[in-house]
């Protein structure tokens, strides 16, 4: 089945520096992926949508400067954490799905952001 | 998008079968059901997805409510690595990675 690739699974990096993860769609075009954010025993939130050749959609209350997405291709979309502190530490998650309500959609493995 | 309603916790044996209920008052005519589950440091796993008649693949069975405002995830017999959190989602917009999440069920199979 199509698979949806994320890279790194987990990070560590210093306090005001940048992190980017990476998502892959491994064997169909996803014009749209999507990120998602979540915090210890808690469900995932939704924070942007990132789309192919344009600007990304981000959700209410997310900081479209502190989390850069790009999606340059049909295939892949990153997100950079910029400017990390300890409040970043999260578990982000992309996700994608070749078709609309009635298709599956598919999630990367999540990443582990550790700031320190 | 429209809410559902998941018990917070579950319990099952090993072996037996396993029955996880989800409630979607609000569901519209073109909302798909889906279900996925996670595993601890893990993204979620697509598990089945339906729109009206019941389905069945390898993982699970989904049992639709006529009215569709109710859904049950069913899982034949339950195996240690099928503890997760599980949830029901619906889906109908314009791409089905875009999902607004519960807090769905966690589920616990006991040895």
């Known amino acids: 089945g199509a698979v949806v690739s994320q890279h790194p699974s987990r990070v560590i990096c210093k306090s005001g520096t940048s992190v980017k993860i990476e998502c892959r769609s491994l064997?169909?075009?996803?014009?749209?992926m999507f990120w998602y954010r979540q915090f210890p025993k808690k469900s995932l939130m939704l924070m942007a949508t990132?789309?192919?050749?344009?600007?990304?959609?981000?959700e209410q209350g997310v900081e479209k400067d502190k989390f850069l997405i790009n999606h340059a291709s049909l295939t892949l979309s990153t997100l950079t954490v910029t400017s990390a502190h300890p409040e970043d530490s999260s578990f982000y998650i992309c996700?994608?799905?070749?078709?609309?309500?009635?298709?599956?959609?598919?999630f990367g493995q999540g990443t582990r952001l550790t700031v320190v | 998008d429209a809410k559902t309603t998941q018990p917070n916790s579950m319990e099952s044996n090993e072996e037996e079968p396993v029955h996880l209920p989800c409630n979607h008052s609000?569901?519209?005519?073109?909302?798909?059901i889906h279900w996925y589950r996670q595993l601890p440091s893990q993204g979620p796993e697509y598990v089945i997805h339906?729109?009206?008649s019941n389905v069945n693949n390898r993982m699970a069975s989904l049992a639709i409510a006529e009215d569709r405002k109710s859904s049950t995830l069913i899982l034949h017999r339950a195996t240690l690595r099928d503890a997760a959190v599980y949830y029901c989602?619906?889906?109908?917009?314009?791409?089905?990675?875009?999902?607004?999440f519960g807090d769905g069920t966690t589920l616990t199979v006991k040895p």
């Open positions: 989602i619906l889906s109908s917009g314009t791409n089905a990675g875009k999902s607004t």
């Open positions: 990132s789309n192919e050749g344009s600007k990304a959609t981000y």
């Open positions: 996700s994608a799905s070749p078709g609309q309500g009635g298709t599956e959609a598919f």
């Open positions: 339906g729109l009206t």
């Open positions: 064997d169909f075009q996803a014009t749209t």
């Open positions: 609000t569901i519209s005519g073109t909302d798909y």
